[in-house]
């Protein structure tokens, strides 16, 4: 039915809805790529690792979907149609225009199809914080397989498993062979497993951006391959909040303050990742009085978003006086710090310096 709908949206919709905002846009790296406008953009997503928010994020382009499915073929969209894995094989190499891939690399499963869908598209979209930098899923880099399944499969409250058994990938029963896809150790962005031309940052990516991807796609103006399709500023650019000089004495959870005030949250000891973060979110958590978690990844020419914001923190922190406070005052200070992996590098821990925990043999 999506399809039928489809064609009765006239080109003059197309170009008010879709190319309009692509004037808007705030891409800055601008390079011709072919024209795709005498014929139907072939596109695909795909969701790896994800929570399944990335594809909840296209439908939040409301009706545009019916925009871009007017200029498009979905060629592949198993979390929306009956696709199957052979269809995806069975096509040329290069044959889809344009991927979006959500999701991280965890498994054997999501792995080989990053690099089926590599091979079978012109390009490659990592589409959201956790196909952009491992997001979330990301976080386990601070365990290994064997931990995880431990607290899964064995260690945990509501789980009685007598004989310890964990997923094997391959068992014999009676009616033949199962197999089952490998769990990684580690879990990897889209672009430590395969050749990525764009990412779009975010969690998920917003709706405007998405857009604008979709406009620059459609106009053939993307910017320079590698290039993130989203602002080159940061969160706190695009801050409503008041800013002042900011020092701070002790570092506050939100439930910690009774009233919020309407100035800059990390002037008021709560965590926000707004310098160490690219905007392109209008500062969207923060006029929820709620701080900036990070998940449009690193600033612009950042190599580490962690290390950025612990920079920004160390430098405004206790500095009335430090010279004269003792270790244990530093340290009490710190220890303010709730879960620093996952303050810091909530989104990005697979694509960070660090990258994972190292875990002794
Ligand atoms: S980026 Fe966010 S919304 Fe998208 S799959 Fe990852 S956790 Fe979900
Ligand atoms: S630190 Fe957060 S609250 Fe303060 S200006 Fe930046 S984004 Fe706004
Ligand atoms: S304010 Fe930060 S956490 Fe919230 S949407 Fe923007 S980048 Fe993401």
Redo the contacts with the bound molecule.
Sequence with gaps: MLINILFIIKKEDIKRKILFPIQKRRLSVVKKTPSTSDKKLKIAFYWAASCGGCEIAVLDIDEKILDVAAIADILFWPVAMDFKYKDVEAMNDNHIDVCFFNGAIRTEEQEHIAKLLRKKSKILVAFGACAVHGGIPGLANISNKKEIFDVVYIDNPSTTNPDRKTPKTYVKVKEGNITLPAFYDTVKSLDQTVDVDYYLPGCPPMPDLIMNAVGAIVEGKLPEKGSVLAPQK???D????E?TEKKIKKIKRVYEIDKIED?????QG?I????A?RGGCD?RC?DANM??TGCGGPTPNSLDQGAKMMSSLASILGVEGEEKMSDEEVEKLLADIVDPIGTFYKYTLPTSIIKRKVNKK
Excluded: N
Excluded at 238 to 241: M, N
Excluded at 263 to 267: A, Q, R
Excluded at 272 to 275: E, I, K, S, Y
């Design positions: 940061s969160v706190c695009e801050c409503r909040f800013k100035k800059c949250l990390l002037e709560i926000c990742l707004g310098p973060t500062a923060i701080p900036c």
